[in-house]
T-cell receptor, first 113, second 115 residues
Framework: NAGVTQTPKFRVLKTGQSMTLLCAQDMNHEYMYWYRQDPGMGLRLIHYSVGEGTTAKGEVPDGYNVSRLKKQNFLLGLESAAPSQTSVYFC????????????FGPGTRLTVT | AQTVTQSQPEMSVQEAETVTLSCTYDTSESDYYLFWYKQPPSRQMILVIRQEAYKQQNATENRFSVNFQKAAKSFSLKISDSQLGDAAMYFCAYRTQGGSEKLVFGKGTKLTVNP
């Protein structure tokens, strides 16, 4: 079991460029999440999905789009990157809600210059 | 909206001693779930312990235990017999009921363990 994997691990973008972050999980989890972590801010939810084909906005969705075409994959897109999107991005998945653990990927460090 | 507050940005403890990390939260829900996650320098988020709000008994996992005070909306983490490997950022998180089942995180406490 690889658990939750994220691609790429590091990326540097210029302002205005676009990119897609890929999250994959092999645990057959229904729920998947994208968070961003900024210094002194903890983790904040960007978008989430409660099943294949569904997505919804989290706390800080502006500037991001997501897609969940396959149950095991959750993609996070930046259409026109801005310096304010410099952050570490974490993907997570869980079997269900409640007391079920959210499993996190290793993170992607994105720098926008 | 639910909020989670960790009032101690940094804490330190001597190896083998006990330390308590504070967490308070704000919610109008009566049933919910609380978690402590650890983030070592590797950046990997690791679940430490979890608690259901309707359970009175405090959760325990080896050297880690919580003091859950529902009326006070407090969920502190106690680490006993601290080890060098416990050094990390610790995040308290609240999980909503129904809908997104998302986690709302506090800003974290950086724990240093001194040899």
């Amino acid at each position: 079991n690889a658990g939750v994997t994220q691609t790429p691990k590091f990326r540097v973008l210029k302002t205005g460029q676009s990119m897609t972050l890929l999250c994959a999980q092999d645990m057959n989890h229904e729920y998947m999440y994208w968070y961003r972590q900024d210094p002194g801010m903890g983790l904040r939810l960007i978008h989430y999905s409660v099943g294949e084909g569904t997505t919804a906005k989290g706390e800080v969705p502006d500037g991001y789009n997501v897609s969940r075409l396959k149950k095991q994959n959750f993609l996070l897109g930046l259409e026109s990157a801005a310096p304010s999107q410099t952050s570490v991005y974490f993907c997570a998945s869980s079997y269900a809600g409640g007391l079920n653990e959210q499993y996190f990927g290793p993170g992607t460090r994105l720098t926008v210059t | 909206a639910q909020t989670v507050t960790q009032s101690q940005p940094e804490m330190s403890v001597q190896e083998a001693e006990t330390v308590t990390l504070s967490c308070t939260y704000d919610t109008s829900e009566s049933d919910y779930y609380l978690f402590w996650y650890k983030q070592p320098p590797s950046r990997q988020m690791i679940l430490v312990i979890r608690q259901e709000a309707y359970k009175q008994q405090n959760a325990t996992e080896n050297r880690f235990s919580v003091n859950f005070q529902k009326a006070a909306k407090s969920f502190s983490l106690k680490i006993s017999d601290s080890q060098l490997g416990d050094a990390a950022m610790y995040f308290c998180a609240y999980r909503t009921q129904g809908g997104s089942e998302k986690l709302v995180f506090g800003k974290g406490t950086k724990l240093t363990v001194n040899p």
